[in-house]
């Protein structure tokens, strides 16, 4: 037993390398086609997140019916122009439609932090749904990170130019108006909003990786 306690000491410890583009030393090298399978699955969680979360807030927050139908459903994301359907969004330009998704997920980076400080000090929402708060909002900027990183690949191939310009103008996003409802119906909303946004996020994941790698799984 000592000497396979010894051995097992002895051998060498692996650790998943970091993704890169460049093939830069240390750091796992993937295909496009892989980076973009990653972020399609990682919005598919964050959206069922999402999914979960809401009706979880409807059941401890609004059980009226006609409460949920009065509220406000405009969401401060609003300003940013995404394609309409499926047909619409396959028309945009390559670089103009991974705008948009950025666009999205940068806009919900900061209102996502402030929900989870927000439900953290609710009684009546359990910890294990605090818990997906926060993992939601990791989500978001691990998705934009991943999203970078399928841009910067393109790029590096020549699919699309070297320039994504235009995301400066989602910081004025992240600040969303009051409504003058109550602290709980406003998270509703955000709620609301995030699973419609991250819902778009995803569609649009899988458009652009159709356009650009159609061979794979298209």
Known sequence: MLLILMWLHRQPQVHSAPICTHGHAGCQLLSLADLFDRVIQHSARMHGLSNDLHSEFEQYFLPSKNQIGRINRKCHTSNILTPNGKENAQRLAREELTEVIL???????????????????????????????????????????????????????????????????????LAGTSSGESHAMSDYELLHCFRRDSNKVQNYLKILKCRIVPEHGC
């Open 103 to 173: 666009k999205l997920l940068l806009a919900w980076r900061d209102p996502l932090s402030q929900f989870h400080q927000s439900i953290a000090h609710h009684e009546d929402f359990n910890s294990f749904s605090s818990n997906k708060a926060l993992e939601m909002s990791d989500m978001v900027h691990e998705l934009k990170n991943g999203v970078e990183k399928v841009a910067e690949k393109m790029q590096l191939l020549g699919m699309i130019s070297n320039s994504l310009g235009g995301l400066s103008s989602a910081e004025a996003l």
